[in-house]
């Protein structure tokens, strides 16, 4: 969650457009989120389960809390996000607890932590444009009630308190608008040129009066206080004629003027229509990166001459199919509905970023096409995704997944093979730290999306992590790497180095998948320099000072070295090599113990040394236990985590949903299963949340889960059995993934410490070649003589390196 950036002004430039219109039109139907209807089968309509509502509700007084959802119209990975904008300014526009709206946005970003888009905002006005809406903005507020508001996926619909009823839907490039006023009134419509949250930076708008067309663009950017910039085009074509038209710049209104612009101020345009000629008004809107024109062609080809009601139906027909693809029996209508709008919330962003014709803007500021049957994405919240999001659209959508790793390796080889870290539409943002896109795409190949060039974004990825970049390039893709290469870690910096390794280890992982071995050796060894922040004295991996001293006095707690957390947090921040970590700390008997204390708290935040899983540091650590010989625990902790902090309601995201990072974990724990090694496709193990679970894939590839029994209080498993072979190892191996299969569980309310709990039994840890140890050194191993201490250190090693209970090779474990 970027939240690096912490102040900013809110400039709006509104452009507004007015309409006259008159008597309410059929409604369309109110379809909330389920509530507890009892178990049994799963509808055919799972959009009924899902409640767009969920994470636009702060839920404490940090930057942290709520989910920064939007509630409006969006089709899955949709480049349209029309929703509304509350009067309190939100990352996603909306504020729950906020009862005035401002506008309705055509864009959003889904749970960011930094305001970002909200551009083109449409504003309904029974009323006349009187005043500048640039002097006085709050002249054009109206203020509504939930109870007169509903959205499902694909549609949102309001009845403001002027008695105006606003209704959206949405395609992938385009969305369709139902405007119907109280009869009698003057009927205004406002559209924003420049009520992008971050201001503009150019816009424009001309008036079509024969066409019955606005058109324009608005130049946005900034994203998290970043030097990012874009543009973004619109055409919006109107079902009537106009009955009048205006625009104003700041404080002045100009009636029967067609055209506004500006680099500097606050504007917009109007036009009015005739009450009498109909009760509504509907706006078919299209928006491009590229060109007007190309906003034009992309309502035309998703629209056509489709009614609202039509292309609503269709969004929702396109989500449940997608929904469809993780079936669930049992559970409560709570649960479902917290399951499913996590699913929904996943397969919101990244976003398709080219027109219907395959054109889009790349990072080079020039017009580019997509493969034949192929597209570009874009905003992309790599610090956040690449941790089980990005694996989890691969799983369900290998072809979205494949064009998200293709676009990724587009910009960077646009960009001279300069690798972003959170990038919005087509420009660098460089929020956060470390180097995610490598372990996103390494993912997204370990999960079977493969269909792209892979061999050229290694060559590039290789590229941008050995390349220091000259002081004063707009973005540097890996911040003090000339450190990192010679210390073999970045100087009182725990947090980047942590992340600069991992996606070294990602590096490695698809160097070796691609038969490159030259490559994986050497980002191997790199993706052991975690070992240089290990401090033996504390036993804690720490920032470490240029002279190679660890800062002294230390606590867990202190979150100076680390970003939006703390020691306590990082520790666990090895993935690819928990084995390599348990023995520098001394054992699993060192190492559970920790673990019950870090998980004493579940949300803590960033200044307690206790579990934060409403972040993404965190979100590995419940997993954790299983390396540890303690996979009981993994089920509890995960299990009180899925019952406690998530939800249905408004308040239910954990945090920052982090465009889908912790709402693919939710849907990840509740499988009972998580990709816990990025660049890998291991599953580890607690246990499902429903007694069955299908995952469809193509190829007929599915995945099957039976647990008779399951619930929120059965969170315990006493027996497994994968593809009808009794297993007791709390893990699954890359063939599941690649060729599905069957999980039947036996599950309790009481652990069972001994199932999975045996030295042969835990996931595998990677430290290098082509040689995954599963095992290390426990300290019941040192006490029965098996270990020997390395001299000076106090940490027990056996001979030979000390991964203790037997090494498999590769070809071993899949």
Not at 164 to 191: D, H, W
Not at 370 to 390: K, L, M, P, T, V
Not at 750 to 772: H, L, V
């Amino acid at each position: 969650m970027p939240v690096l950036a912490r102040s900013w002004r809110w400039g709006r430039l509104l452009l507004a457009l007015v309409v006259t219109a008159g008597l309410p039109t059929a409604a369309t139907p109110s379809v909330r989120a389920a509530t507890d209807a009892g178990a049994g089968s799963i509808p055919q309509d799972l959009t009924r389960y899902v409640n767009p509502f969920v994470g636009t509700k702060k839920t404490g007084g940090t930057s942290y809390d709520g989910g920064n959802t939007f509630p409006g119209a969006d089709a899955p990975f949709g480049m349209v996000q029309w929703s509304p904008d509350t009067r309190s300014p939100r990352p996603g526009g909306y504020d729950y607890t906020d009862h005035a709206i401002r506008g309705f946005s055509l864009t959003h970003l889904s749970g960011a932590g930094c305001t970002a888009a909200q551009d083109l905002p449409f504003m309904p006005h029974a009323g006349a444009v009187a005043e500048s809406p640039a002097s006085a903005p709050d002249a054009y507020l109206d203020g509504f009630s939930h109870d007169a508001e509903s959205a499902r996926p694909g549609y949102y619909g309001v009845t403001l308190a002027s008695g105006t009823k606003v209704e959206l839907t949405a395609t992938q490039r385009s969305g369709a608008g139902r405007f119907t006023y109280p009869a009698g009134s003057t009927a205004s419509l406002l559209i924003g040129l420049s009520g992008s949250q971050r201001g503009a930076s150019d816009a424009r708008a001309t008036i079509d009066e024969a066409r019955r067309t606005v058109t324009g663009y608005v130049g946005g950017g900034g994203f998290c206080g970043s030097g990012n910039r874009y543009r973004v085009y619109f055409s919006a074509t109107f079902d009537q004629p106009f009955a009048s038209v205006g625009t104003w710049h700041d404080g002045t209104v100009t009636p029967g003027a067609r055209r506004v612009g500006a680099a500097t101020g606050k504007g917009g345009a109007y036009v009015t229509f005739d009450t009498a000629r109909s009760p509504t008004v509907g706006v078919r809107v299209g928006l491009s990166y590229v060109s007007i024109a190309g906003a034009a062609e992309n309502a035309a080809r998703e629209q056509g001459p489709a009614s609202f009601d039509t292309v609503a139906e269709r969004t929702r027909t396109r989500w449940n199919a997608r929904l469809r693809q993780i079936e669930v029996a049992g559970g409560t209508g709570t649960q479902r509905t917290t399951f499913y709008t996590a699913l929904y919330h996943s397969l919101l962003q990244p976003n398709v970023f080219d027109d219907v014709n395959g054109r889009y803007i790349g990072f080079d500021g020039r017009i580019h096409k997509a493969r034949d049957g192929h597209h570009q994405y874009a905003n992309f919240s790599g610090w956040d995704i690449y941790r089980c999001e990005a694996q989890l659209l691969a799983l369900l959508a290998p072809d979205v997944a494949s064009d998200i790793a293709q676009s990724m390796y587009n910009q960077a080889h646009q960009a001279h093979d300069v690798w972003d870290r959170w990038s919005v539409d087509n420009d660098f943002a460089g929020v956060m730290n470390g180097d995610p896109y490598h372990s996103i795409l390494a993912s997204i190949y370990a999960f079977g999306a493969t269909d792209f060039d892979a061999g050229a974004a290694l060559a590039s990825m290789v590229k941008g992590a050995t390349t220091i970049q000259k002081t004063g390039a707009r973005h540097v893709e890996r911040p003090h790497l000339a450190d990192y290469l010679s210390l073999g870690y970045v100087p009182d910096d725990a947090s980047t180095t942590l992340e600069y390794t991992t996606a070294d280890f990602g590096i490695a992982a698809l160097a070796g998948r691609l038969g490159d071995t030259g490559t994986q050796t050497t980002f191997m060894k790199r993706a052991q320099y975690w070992r240089n922040l290990f401090n033996p004295a504390s036993s804690w991996i720490q920032p470490r000072s240029r002279d190679g001293s660890f800062p002294s006095p230390f606590n867990p707690a202190d979150g100076k070295g680390y970003v939006e957390g703390n020691a306590a947090q990082y520790e666990w921040m090895v993935p690819y090599d928990l084995a390599g970590l348990f023995t520098a700390m001394g054992g699993d008997d060192e190492v559970v113990p920790r673990l019950d204390e870090f998980f004493r708290e579940l949300n803590a935040g960033p200044a307690e040394p206790h579990a934060f899983l409403g972040n993404e540091p965190s979100l590995n650590s419940p997993w954790v236990y299983v390396y540890a010989g303690a996979p009981h625990r993994t089920q509890d902790v995960v299990r009180r985590a899925v019952n406690t902090l998530w939800g249905p309601g408004p308040g239910g995201e954990a945090g920052n949903d982090d465009l889908g990072t912790l709402s693919s974990w939710y849907v990840w724990s509740a499988l009972g299963m998580y990709p816990q090694v990025p660049a890998r496709a291991e599953l580890v193990l607690a246990s499902p949340l429903f007694p069955a679970v299908t995952v469809h894939r193509d190829g007929g590839r599915s995945m099957r889960i039976h647990a008779p029994g399951a619930d929120a209080d059965t969170p315990y498993v006493h027996a497994l059995k994968v593809n009808g072979v009794s297993s007791s190892r709390a893990w699954l191996p890359e063939s599941f993934v690649r060729e599905g299969g069957t999980l039947d569980y036996t599950l309790s309310d009481t652990p069972d410490t001994a199932w999975g709990a045996a030295a042969g039994d835990a996931p595998p840890s990677f430290r290098g070649g082509q040689t995954p140890s599963r095992h290390h050194c426990a300290s019941r191993d040192c006490r029965a003589g098996r270990c020997h201490r390395h001299p000076g250190r106090g940490r027990h090693h056996r001979p030979g390196g000390c991964h203790a209970r037997g090494h498999h090779r590769e070809t071993g474990i899949h």
